[in-house]
Structure formats: C-alpha cells, structure tokens
C-alpha cells in the first residue's frame, strides 16, 4: 500500500512538471509573463545575497557557497534584461520552480563557458 502511494504521489509530481506550457497558446499574456520573470529573477538575486553572509564562516565548503552565490546574484543582475528576453521567446512555463531551473542553466552554463573563472566562483583549490 504504502508503495503504491509513493509511486502514484511519484507519477502525480512527473506529470505537474512534466505537463506542457500553459503559456504556449494565444493566450500568452507577454507582459505578465514580463513582470513574472523579473520578479523571479528579483527573488532569486535577493536569495543568493542572503547567502553571502555565509562568506565569514569557518567552514572552507561554506565560504565557496558563499562565493558561488555571490557570482550569481551579479550574474543576474548584470544579464537581467536578457534572461527575461530570452525566457519570453522560449515562453518558460510561468512556475517559479522552472524559472528557477532555466536561470541556474544559463549561470551554471556561463561559468562553465567561461564567463567566471573558477577563482571568483570560489572553486579552484
């Protein structure tokens, strides 16, 4: 029984995340869909400055965390207009969860292709 439910609550999860954009029609408000990506993007820089007090910890792990998420929220605010811009041709489903994703995408893929190096990122022994 108890399998049953994991599963079932499993499939109920794969199919909300999985199910396709409400945004892709006609109905696609792009203003909306404006003010929703800023307002993500807001949030998610306001998270990851947070967690820059982090940088005065004793714990190496925690400072590099720290750095990380310092990296970002500049990554953010310097590619703001642009991550909206392209979150609106892809049409990224209106979820904070998925804006989330797309914006960890796009940082995680700048830093890998070079766009900071791993001494800012706080990674480089």
């Not at 994991?6 to 954009?21: G, K, Q, R, T």
Request: aromatic share 8%.
């Amino acid at each position: 029984m108890k399998k049953t439910i994991i599963c079932l609550a499993a499939a109920v999860l794969v199919a909300w995340f999985a199910a396709p954009a409400s945004v892709g029609g006609s109905d696609f408000d792009e203003k909306e869909a404006c003010r929703f990506y800023q307002a993500c993007i807001e949030k998610e820089m306001a998270k990851c400055q947070q967690k820059q007090s982090l940088g005065g910890s004793p714990c190496e792990n925690l400072r590099k965390y720290a750095k990380c998420k310092s990296c970002k929220a500049k990554f953010l605010s310097a590619h703001k207009e642009e991550l909206v811009r392209e979150m609106l041709e892809k049409r990224i489903v209106l979820r904070p969860p998925r804006v989330e994703a797309y914006l960890n995408q796009r940082f995680f893929g700048a830093y890998r292709g070079g766009g900071a190096s791993q001494t800012e990122m706080g990674t480089q022994d």
